[in-house]
């Protein structure tokens, strides 16, 4: 439901390893983002794009890495370089044309172990 | 960079009562400010908008005003019941582009 869907709702990474999470919406958007969101801190910007294979680093872009191959698609690494990788993640997208609110996935909870 | 403050990081009300949650952004160029509704677990989900050209806005038992020249807005929830109880994120962004969000208020109903 809402037309962006995250994959998987839970992960499990070892230190060490990257870590690739999914990112797909159908609602025709060409904005989208990441978001980090820890107990306490709200919702912190990764990274962003508006356009097929142009995106912004956020606040909080190190140790991340993402692509934008597809309008639909926007997935985001986190790599061993990020340091506290332990995080609860949010996906959005928006029409910027449209001037309309930012739309949510059901977030990807991300454990290392 | 641009920031948004939000106040308080918790609030707790009494059934019935109104709650107030408040927000002042850095950009003057922000021009649409949307507030996110969480519940535990779950996504972030629209409750109310208002953009630049408007200094107030209801809907039902919600509503925002908006003051451009302090750079202000704020939440207002009346008549509260224990369903209102999750965490409520203010955000502002320019031409509905890059969202910046604040640290969130978790509100607590008392029945």
């Known amino acids: 439901d809402g037309g962006i869907t995250q994959s998987p709702k839970y992960l499990f990474r070892k230190e060490g390893q990257n870590v690739t999470l999914s990112c797909e919406q159908n609602l025709n958007h060409d904005a989208m983002y990441w978001y980090r969101q820890d107990p306490g801190q709200g919702l912190r910007l990764i990274y962003y794009?508006?356009?097929?294979?142009?995106?912004q680093k956020g606040d909080i872009a190190e140790g991340y890495s993402v692509s934008r191959e597809k309008k639909e698609s926007f997935p985001l690494t986190v790599t061993s370089a990020q340091k506290n990788p332990t995080a609860f993640y949010l996906c959005?997208?928006?029409?910027?044309?449209?001037?309309?609110?930012?739309?949510f996935g059901q977030g990807t909870r991300l454990t290392v172990v | 960079g641009e920031n948004v403050e939000q106040h308080p990081s918790t609030l707790s009300v009494q059934e019935g009562d109104s709650a107030v949650i408040k927000c002042t952004y850095s950009d003057s160029a922000s021009n649409y400010f949307p507030w996110y509704k969480q519940e535990l677990g779950k996504r972030p989900q629209l409750i109310i908008d208002i953009r630049s050209n408007v200094g107030e806005k209801k809907d039902q038992r919600i509503a925002v005003t908006l003051n451009k020249t302090a750079k202000h807005f704020s939440l207002h929830i009346t008549e509260t019941q224990p369903e209102d109880s999750a965490v409520y994120f203010c955000?502002?962004?320019?031409?509905?582009?890059?969202?910046?969000f604040g640290t969130g208020t978790r509100l607590k109903v008392l029945a």
């Open positions: 955000a502002a962004s320019k031409n509905a582009y890059k969202y910046i």
């Open positions: 794009s508006q356009i097929v294979n142009d995106f």
């Open positions: 959005a997208s928006s029409n910027t044309a449209g001037n309309t609110e930012a739309f």
